[in-house]
């Protein structure tokens, strides 16, 4: 049966290279080819690290504990990673728990990501092998790893299954992911500070590393990590504590999935999809012209996004981006250019306006029948995304000025941004139309993130924001450089020039995104009704 288990599942990873025909097909062998060439460069970057064997242990260490936190925490941060492990599916199968279990550990260990984890395990266990001699004991420590991720992240997905499918679910996971990522950028910046002497700035990272590292190696990864060195040391009272630490790990993930799968498997699951009236928020749905359009749209966004948990995170993780980020990568006079980063995140939240909709994209092919409603649909979506971006914004320039003292950039750093966020939201708003993808929406299955098939469009439209919103703040860019490097007064003049061409942007996208629509809305609306399946 285990074996049934695995054949079905690479079955699903190589259907979509035998379903693509042609030129496709040759494109995703390619993307795939690429995809494998960077995992091992990876891993060749790790296995290197053992020309520096006293760093390479504390190093690995942190790596291998980040990985097990990843592996737990990505499908209730993301809100699911792979459906074809959702044990909902094979309840009323006739296989006993066990079976299912071994035959899920099997499906979980094939496809793109785990043989990418495998390859980043393989370098790592040549740079703790320290001689050569260690190498069979670092490659079963690191395959002790790689099954201690997916036991344990598929218990925790598991035993959180039935709470997030919920409304409430996904407002813990969004708690969870926010608390996380704050974590991470508090640690970041804690090991990376120095002071007021730049030149430690390395020194400080090591330092802290090391020290994270004497407290991680009592976790199974950090006993994993030690495991080889030890037993190359004669340690052997203290490398059969780390193989205790490991196994005993790994045997309570086990035993703990076991638990979560019997009860998902014999108990009903609830729903908590209640929400509560709008209280009569916007008064009517009539929409009149282009502005009555515009503030049903903007209104309808705006309550959606304070209502649904994985419309609110984004929003939450940009304002962190866009304040904090700037603290991580640029140390005195010039973070508050960083910002614009922030500013083009802002952009994108204005992207994928008809996916979102799924099957109910076709009341919008109802009810928007001209090039009035059209385009006032296309600007109240753009309105929401441009009022808080544009207070995000400013106030993280305003933040990074008043810390670093550096107010002189203000009216260059504030132009450069906002000509990035307003061309990121008229390059999002026309990628809507143009390279529309589906968004899963039932949201009843923590293990579904996204629509097979659709994940290259996904990934071209995301880089398209970027490209395109630094594409329209060019002009100003050149304006910030000359402020710098010629007279602050061409500060000025950016920030009249960048949101001018933002505006004119905006303008042209929002008149070609209408036309787009109107000429190809049944051919979106059947690309986006792949989410309602998913």
Known sequence: MVGVFAGLKWHLVTSRIRAAGGAKRAWTIVGLVVLLLVAVFIGVSFGSLRLLPADAVPIMTSLLTLQLIGWVLTPLVAFGVDETVDPQRFALLPLRPQTLQSGLLVTSLIGYLPVANMIALVGIAVALSVPWSLLPVALVCMIVQMLLCVVLSRAASTSMSALMSSRRGRDLGMAVGLGIFVFYMLFVFLTNSSGSNPSANGQALRTGVFGVADVLQWLPPGALAALPGQVGAGEWDRALLSAVIALAGLA??????????????????????????????????????????????????????????????????????????????????????????????????????????????????????????????????????????????????????????????????????????????????????????????????????????????????????????????????????????????????????????????????????????LQNGPEIFELVRAGDRV
């Open 252 to 517: 309570l993930a086990w035993w703990w999935w076991s638990v979560a799968l019997r009860r998902s498997l014999t108990t009903v699951p609830s729903s908590t999809e209640g929400s509560s009236p709008s209280h009569g928020v916007e008064g009517t749905a009539v929409a009149v012209g282009v502005v009555g359009t515009m503030k049903v749209v903007a209104g309808r966004d705006r309550l959606l996004a304070w209502r649904d948990p994985m419309r609110r995170m984004p929003w939450l993780m940009v304002v962190l981006l866009t304040v904090a980020w700037p603290f991580l990568v640029i140390r005195g006079s010039g973070a508050v250019f960083a910002v614009a980063f922030g500013a083009l995140l802002c952009g994108a939240q204005a992207g994928n306006q008809y996916g979102v909709e799924g099957s109910g994209l076709w009341l919008h092919l109802q009810t928007v029948t001209d090039r009035v409603r059209a385009r006032g649909e296309v600007l109240g979506h753009a309105i929401v995304a441009l009022i808080p971006g544009v207070v995000i914004v400013l106030a993280g320039i305003a933040v990074q000025a008043t810390v670093h003292g550096d107010f002189q950039h203000i009216p260059a750093a504030a132009g450069g941004c906002l000509a990035a966020l307003f061309g990121a939201v008229a390059v999002s708003c026309y990628m809507s139309a143009r390279l529309p993808y589906a968004q899963p929406q039932s949201r009843k299955s923590m293990f579904a993130s996204s629509v097979p098939g659709q994940k290259g469009r996904t990934t071209a439209a995301s880089f398209a924001f970027l490209i395109g919103g630094l594409v329209v703040a060019l002009p100003t860019i050149v304006l910030v450089l000359l402020s710098l490097l010629v007279d602050p007064v061409w500060g000025w003049l950016a920030l009249i020039v960048g949101p001018l061409t933002g505006l004119v942007a905006l303008a042209i996208s929002v008149r070609m995104t209408a036309d787009r629509f």
